[in-house]
Every structure is written in C-alpha cells, then in structure tokens.
C-alpha cells in the first residue's frame, strides 16, 4: 500500500510514518514545502504523479490561541486544505483518512459528545476544522473523520512536554481543574489509522463516516498533569515532584475559549470497526519511556 500522510512532521504525523515503514508500508511524508495542501492545482499534481492508494491528513493549523487574531492561515489549511485533498482524491478516486477535533463542540453539553450530537465551536480553531469537515464530506464518499481529543506524543509540542519543562522551573503549578477529556496518545491515533489503511490493502469494506477515539479514562487536565509528574518520578527523569494546584478556567483566561467538556462517546466506532479506546496511561507510559531513552 502507497500512503500520502500530508503534516507528517506534526505529532501524529511523525507517528504514523514511523509506525508504517516499520509495517513496511510505503510512506509518503510530506510537509508544506513538499506538498501546499492549499493549493489545488498542486495536490492534483502531486496525487496524479504518485498515485498514493489511500490518504491521511495529518495537516492542521493548531495554534488555538493564535488563530483568534489570524483567521486566514486556520482557514486556509483546517477548510480549503482539507477540501483540496478531497477533490483530488474524489477525482483519483482515493479514501480519505482525516483527523477532526473536539473543539468543533462548544463543551457545554452534559454528558459524552457522540457523532449526531449538532456542533457547535466557540473559536476560529474549531470553526475551521469543522467548515474542513464538512467539505470532506460534501465532497468526497470515501472519506473517514476521526475526531480526537487531548493529543500527546512524542514529537512536537504538546501539554505533556510543557508540564515536564515548567514543573522544572517552578515548585507549584496552577492547572485548569473544570475541563473533563480524554487525552489521547498520538500513537495510538497512528495505530488506528494504519489498522484501516491495512484492511483497506486487505480488501475488506470500510464503514465511511465520523468517528469518535479518544484515551480513557476520563480526566482533567489537572489530574493529567499529577499523573504526568507522578510517572516521570517513577522513570526517575525528574528530580522532584512539584505540586499542582487546581484552578479554574476562569483563572487562566486564554484568547480562545476551551471546552468545559470535551468527553467523547467513542461507541460508534467500537460497535462498527472493532476498535476500542486506549488507556492514556499506557501511552503516557512509552512517551516519556522513549524521551528518557533518547
């Protein structure tokens, strides 16, 4: 199997390419000087000269914050980057493999979020990701979004790196302590993913549609970052424990609004493609393990 990953050198880009040339798959990783996914007149170039069997786009803009004050660049990769691949593999007639975000949901609900529940984003982040979305599906039948949540992994940056950075700097933490998720290992997102890419190479049928993965159990990002200090004391990879105190959103204002609940119903995709929910506490475990090693 020939596999385009567009954003390969994100955190779950870097996984997937890491984890399918160790499946001996045969991986396209492209960034943006490789591939502008903004530009159709390039992604119909370059799907037409390689000719992947499938694609994962692993692209996105993800600075939250930032997106508030810059609309256009979120706008331009998370909808028009997104509707490009899809035209071009409509017409190449190629599956489409798509990572989406909690924060298309405005986290007021009471209870897990399931696919038919209506969105609803608060910010630019999330309101581009779902215009992306969206043109995905208008566009193309083949398509497969996979809405995720609390992504950590290896590469890039993400909140496991900056706790371990900051609990270095400063004997007490103040973290967020009312928004409920499921922090999810970009390893097992690769894993995912490639499982289909594999059945897909298999023959076998794949239930096109929205779905929903993130890690369980449920947490906090206070309780996150408590078991983030307690394992990495355990690794030995800190010298001490600093102690993390919870606060609330309304103490840590941020440009963009963040999901109060960002919890997932993730039966749907149990039920109709056989994958369960992994424990983030098994890939907090190999994140860090690889970093002490490295």
């Known amino acids: 199997m020939r596999v385009l990953v567009t954003g390969a050198?994100?955190?779950?880009?870097?996984?997937?390419?890491?984890?399918?040339?160790?499946?001996?798959?045969?991986?396209?990783?492209?960034?943006?000087a490789a591939l502008?996914?903004?530009?159709?007149?390039?992604?119909?170039?370059?799907?037409q000269a390689q000719q992947p069997d499938i694609v994962i786009n692993a692209a996105a803009y993800t600075a939250v914050d930032r997106a508030e004050s810059e609309p256009e660049p979120a706008y331009a990769v998370n909808r028009d980057g997104a509707a490009c691949l899809a035209r071009a593999c409509a017409a190449n007639n190629i599956p489409l493999l798509?990572?989406?975000?909690d924060y298309i949901f405005d986290g007021r609900?009471?209870?897990?979020?399931?696919?038919?529940?209506?969105?609803?984003?608060?910010?630019?982040?999330g309101k581009s990701k779902l215009a992306?979305?969206?043109?995905?599906?208008?566009?193309?039948?083949?398509?497969?979004?996979?809405?995720?949540?609390?992504?950590?992994?290896?590469?890039?940056?993400?909140?496991?790196?900056?706790?371990?950075r900051l609990g270095k700097e400063r004997d007490v933490l103040k973290v967020v302590a009312d928004q409920h998720g499921g922090p999810t290992w970009a390893g097992a997102i690769a894993e995912t993913l490639l499982g289909l890419v594999k059945r897909r190479g298999d023959g076998e049928a794949i239930s096109w549609g929205t779905y929903h993965y993130s890690g369980q159990p449920v947490t906090t990002w206070q309780a996150f970052a408590k078991a983030i200090f307690e394992q990495a004391d355990k690794l030995g990879m800190i010298d001490r424990q600093p102690r993390v105190e919870p606060i609330t959103t309304a103490e840590y204002p941020t440009p963009a609004q963040r999901p109060l609940n960002s919890?997932?119903?993730?039966?749907?995709?149990?039920?109709?493609?056989?994958?369960?929910?992994p424990d983030w506490r098994t890939g907090l475990d190999k994140v860090l393990k690889k970093w002490r090693k490295s």
């Open 263 to 277: 919890v997932f119903d993730c039966h749907k995709i149990t039920q109709v493609l056989g994958i369960s929910q």
């Open 98 to 101: 798509h990572l989406s975000t």
């Open 109 to 125: 609900q009471q209870g897990a979020y399931s696919e038919t529940d209506p969105p609803n984003p608060q910010g630019i982040y």
């Open 132 to 164: 992306g979305d969206r043109a995905i599906e208008s566009i193309l039948e083949q398509h497969l979004i996979l809405r995720v949540s609390w992504v950590f992994g290896v590469d890039g940056n993400n909140f496991v790196k900056t706790m371990l």
């Open 36 to 47: 502008d996914i903004t530009r159709q007149d390039a992604v119909n170039r370059f799907i």
């Open 9 to 32: 050198k994100g955190q779950v880009g870097a996984e997937i390419v890491r984890q399918g040339r160790n499946l001996g798959l045969d991986m396209m990783a492209t960034g943006r």
